[in-house]
């Protein structure tokens, strides 16, 4: 409780509001301001009257904060605290991809660079990026990036041919069909929530797939008693405070393991929170040239959402 006391006491010190996503340590959960997922973050990101955002989270959540709020201190509490899918888009290379696409429009999952942001159209979550897509007309030429697995399934939902590039989130492709296969004949009554990040071998025994908040309100509120979910696994806390006595069954990987936690997401810990509040280090900084680019498809993901 000492930990937990020290951080209301910083933060109350320090006009601070703390942030946290679904994928964190459950301390880390109960101890945040706001739960999100990347569109309810961003949205809320951009309305807080808070000097200092704690963002519990990783890299390129807080560059978004930073992006949407450049007077305001954002801090991390672990800089390496990075994004497997995020990183498989190198700005460089990115670059040299869409200029050689130039006719087609950009549109890029919020799990990226600023710098990759700053080359995009229009930015999307897993929330709304149905919507985004089928807001273009229908004849627009369209790349998206960086994920692959979202992307066709996206292509799949949308009847939209887009260009995909080569990317993918090391938590949600190592799910195994094998493994989900055997857990649901263990299980016959529990039906498969899954995130779209995930493959389609996997996606389609999924009685429901939808973006983090999604499957959390579809546990929480069928009649349904069972879930197997087939997502990180830090949204299981929220499912059991909001619906207790139900029945959540984390997924297994291609090792066999129900142990698909974000290494990325878990380096956050309360103690390092204690020292983010204290120092107000380590701060997103971001160029304004910069930002202001990514702030565009930001804003016009917004606008939209």
Known sequence: MDIFNKIKKLKKKRNAVILAHFYQDPDIQDVADFMGDSLALAQYAQQTDADVILFCGVHFMCETAKILNPTKIVIL???NAG??????APPKKFKSWINKNSEH?????INCSAEVKAMSDIICTSSNAEKIINSLPEDEKIIFAPDKLLGSYLVKKTGREMLLWDGACQVHEIFSEKELIKLKTRNPEAEILAHPECSENILQHASMI?????????????????????TEPGVIHQMEKIAPNKNYITAPNQEGCSCNECPHMRLNTLEKMVFALENLEPQIEIPESLRLKALKP????????
């Open 83 to 88: 994004c497997s899918l995020a990183d498989s």
């Open 298 to 305: 930001l804003e016009r993901m917004l606008a939209l959402s």
């Open 105 to 109: 429009t950009v549109i890029s999952y």
């Open 210 to 230: 939808g973006s983090t908040t999604k499957i959390i309100n579809y546990a929480t509120q069928s009649e349904i008693q069972s879930f197997i979910i087939v």
């Open 77 to 79: 509490p672990d800089l």
